[in-house]
């Protein structure tokens, strides 16, 4: 697993546009948990694609427990 570094405001890359995912591929799935373990890791409810640089539709959450 990979832990991205996140990205703060005002962070060029936040103010962008997400695009929609079309194709859930194989690469798409590990970037996914990355994201989710990169959510965990800083210990958050939930994080998007772009708060790691990937102006991708993608948010994460889990409120079951501490992120």
Same mark, same amino acid.
């Given at each position: 697993?990979?832990?991205?570094?996140?990205?703060?405001?005002?962070?060029?890359?936040?103010?962008?546009?997400?695009?929609?995912? *079309? /194709?859930?591929?194989?690469?798409?799935?590990?970037f996914? !948990?990355?994201?989710?373990?990169?959510?965990?890791e800083?210990?958050?409810?939930?994080?998007?694609?772009?708060?790691?640089? *990937? /102006?991708?539709?993608i948010?994460?959450?889990?409120?079951? !427990?501490?992120?």
């Amino acid at each position: 697993m990979s832990i991205y570094e996140v990205l703060h405001y005002p962070h060029v890359l936040l103010k962008k546009k997400s695009t929609p995912i *079309v /194709n859930f591929t194989d690469e798409l799935r590990e970037f996914v !948990k990355n994201l989710i373990a990169t959510g965990y890791e800083f210990e958050g409810g939930g994080i998007a694609a772009a708060q790691v640089g *990937v /102006n991708k539709r993608i948010f994460v959450s889990d409120f079951s !427990k501490t992120f």
